[in-house]
């Protein structure tokens, strides 16, 4: 078993982010751009991005701005951004910063367009002011930068000897071969809780933006709906309504601009969230010890990453049902479940909420978090209790591993018509 790698793999990849991650990866090479040009005077400012990025930077609220936009973060993160609080860069803002920030669109000084490039995760900013010219790249993940040049020198080259432009590079690399749905499970069974502080973490930050959105008004208000719901007696309290509250509660306050942090998961906050708070939610329910949730929310969201390792960090399909498919299996764990039960947990859900396609960031998102919630409390009852869809139905084959690279494929090869189609439905409607 790779101990070490494992929790480097935990520390890398749930990281603290505040409001959606496209945006602030945005944001974050602005910055970055901005700090190597000479002048303070902005005269122009350019962003060239691929359409899964735009995608989801459209239509999410920024924290703190009372507003969405590609050109709003690029904007925000050249006059406000520091880009060494990573995806935190724009913490902080003040009402002059978003005026400023506005002023500028408005000015025509910010301009927007679609990257030529088949990587999925693909930004490029260039800032000029009157003494200067800065370039920054930022591609695969969040806050990896490939490409600085300044006034016409490379400080920074790596884009040119990333492996391949498909975006593929990501997607089951070497670097991920220690990890399998068995390997997953022995880490989790014989890791220290004592090692565990990012996930001690994750539960913190998560729950505290769950009961947030719980407890005002934001977005749809789909949690603090299905509350109120319970409240009324028009919903039963039980182990799904309170996973599915607690859940969407907190992408309700997240994609609407609450100033609260939370921890992301393989790039993707709602994907943190997701894999987090409905274990949290059902072991709270279900009065399992401290230690049990932990480790379960530890092998929930090490599933969602091994997941992401398969359909990549920007795909067609909606992140949450990776996400809730490590939910399902933490779910399972905390219901006496073992490793069988967990494939199978991993089984029902790829029966159940594969297909569902990923249409941008936005407030809507957090009906899909309790869709998909709903369906990893259901697959892992299920799963407990023995019942298992068959290799016979659709991708599922007759282990979950095997499973998991038919989703890879449908991720990667079968959805890129798809995908397609709503990038060109979105960019028609709005660019910056």
């Not at 078993?1 to 603290?16: A, H, P, T």
């Not at 303070?40 to 350019?46: A, C, V, W, Y």
């Not at 073992?338 to 960031?361: H, L, P, R, W, Y």
């Given at each position: 078993?790779?101990?070490?790698?494992?929790?480097?793999?935990?520390?890398?990849?749930?990281?603290?982010?505040?409001?959606?991650?496209?945006?602030?990866?945005?944001?974050?090479?602005a910055a970055l751009a901005k700090k190597h040009v000479k002048?303070?005077?902005?005269?122009?400012?350019?962003?060239?991005?691929?359409?899964?990025?735009?995608?989801?930077?459209?239509?999410?609220?920024?924290?703190?701005?009372?507003?969405?936009?590609?050109?709003?973060?690029?904007?925000?993160?050249?006059?406000?951004?520091?880009?060494?609080?990573?995806?935190?860069?724009?913490?902080?803002?003040?009402?002059?910063?978003?005026?400023?920030?506005?002023?500028?669109?408005?000015?025509?000084?910010?301009?927007?367009?679609?990257?030529?490039?088949?990587?999925?995760?693909?930004?490029?900013?260039?800032?000029?002011?009157?003494?200067?010219?800065?370039?920054?790249?930022?591609?695969?993940?969040?806050?990896?930068?490939?490409?600085?040049?300044?006034?016409?020198?490379?400080?920074?080259?790596?884009?040119?000897?990333?492996?391949?432009?498909?975006?593929?590079?990501?997607?089951?690399?070497?670097?991920?071969?220690?990890?399998?749905?068995?390997?997953?499970?022995?880490?989790?069974?014989?890791?220290?809780?004592?090692?565990?502080?990012?996930?001690?973490?994750?539960?913190?930050?998560?729950?505290?933006?769950?009961?947030?959105?719980?407890?005002?008004?934001?977005?749809?208000?789909?949690?603090?709906?299905?509350?109120?719901?319970?409240?009324?007696?028009?919903?039963?309290?039980?182990?799904?309504?309170?996973?599915?509250?607690?859940?969407?509660?907190?992408?309700?306050?997240?994609?609407?601009?609450?100033?609260?942090?939370?921890?992301?998961?393989?790039?993707?906050?709602?994907?943190?969230?997701?894999?987090?708070?409905?274990?949290?939610?059902?072991?709270?329910?279900?009065?399992?010890?401290?230690?049990?949730?932990?480790?379960?929310?530890?092998?929930?969201?090490?599933?969602?990453?091994?997941?992401?390792?398969?359909?990549?960090?920007?795909?067609?399909?909606?992140?949450?049902?990776?996400?809730?498919?490590?939910?399902?299996?933490?779910?399972?764990?905390?219901?006496?479940?073992?490793?069988?039960?967990?494939?199978?947990?991993?089984?029902?859900?790829?029966?159940?909420?594969?297909?569902?396609?990923?249409?941008?960031?936005?407030?809507?998102?957090?009906?899909?978090?309790?869709?998909?919630?709903?369906?990893?409390?259901?697959?892992?009852?299920?799963?407990?209790?023995?019942?298992?869809?068959?290799?016979?139905?659709?991708?599922?084959?007759?282990?979950?591993?095997?499973?998991?690279?038919?989703?890879?494929?449908?991720?990667?090869?079968?959805?890129?018509?798809?995908?397609?189609?709503?990038?060109?439905?979105?960019?028609?409607?709005?660019?910056?």
């Open positions: 078993m790779s101990y070490e790698k494992f929790l480097e793999r935990l520390e890398k990849e749930l990281v603290v982010t505040l409001g959606c991650t496209e945006p602030m990866a945005i944001a974050f090479a002048g303070e005077l902005i005269t122009s400012l350019r962003v060239l991005a691929s359409t899964n990025v735009l995608k989801n930077a459209m239509a999410v609220n920024i924290p703190g701005a009372q507003g969405s936009g590609v050109d709003l973060a690029a904007a925000l993160g050249v006059l406000a951004g520091d880009f060494t609080k990573g995806l935190e860069v724009l913490s902080g803002l003040t009402s002059r910063d978003v005026e400023n920030a506005k002023r500028m669109i408005d000015q025509k000084k910010v301009k927007v367009e679609v990257a030529k490039t088949d990587k999925k995760l693909y930004i490029e900013v260039i800032v000029h002011t009157p003494q200067s010219t800065a370039k920054v790249v930022v591609a695969d993940e969040h806050t990896k930068i490939v490409f600085i040049e300044v006034d016409g020198k490379v400080l920074v080259d790596a884009l040119e000897n990333e492996s391949g432009s498909d975006g593929t590079e990501e997607i089951g690399n070497s670097a991920d071969s220690f990890m399998t749905i068995d390997s997953i499970w022995e880490f989790v069974e014989r890791v220290k809780v004592s090692d565990l502080s990012i996930i001690d973490k994750t539960i913190e930050l998560n729950t505290s933006v769950g009961l947030e959105g719980l407890s005002k008004a934001y977005g749809l208000e789909v949690g603090k709906t299905i509350k109120e719901g319970i409240s009324q007696g028009m919903l039963s309290d039980d182990l799904i309504t309170n996973a599915m509250a607690l859940t969407a509660g907190a992408s309700d306050a997240r994609m609407s601009g609450c100033t609260m942090p939370v921890m992301s998961n393989s790039g993707s906050g709602n994907q943190g969230i997701s894999a987090t708070l409905p274990v949290v939610a059902v072991g709270e329910k279900s009065q399992a010890s401290r230690e049990q949730i932990i480790r379960a929310v530890t092998l929930s969201n090490l599933i969602a990453i091994y997941i992401k390792t398969k359909i990549g960090r920007l795909s067609a399909l909606c992140g949450a049902t990776a996400s809730a498919t490590g939910a399902s299996c933490g779910i399972a764990y905390l219901l006496g479940g073992g490793k069988a039960e967990v494939m199978s947990a991993i089984q029902n859900m790829q029966g159940n909420t594969t297909g569902m396609f990923c249409d941008g960031a936005k407030a809507g998102c957090a009906m899909k978090l309790s869709t998909c919630t709903s369906a990893a409390v259901q697959s892992a009852i299920m799963a407990v209790q023995g019942k298992t869809i068959q290799s016979t139905n659709g991708i599922i084959e007759e282990s979950a591993e095997q499973t998991l690279e038919n989703l890879g494929r449908l991720a990667n090869q079968g959805s890129t018509a798809v995908d397609r189609v709503i990038l060109d439905i979105m960019v028609q409607k709005k660019v910056g």
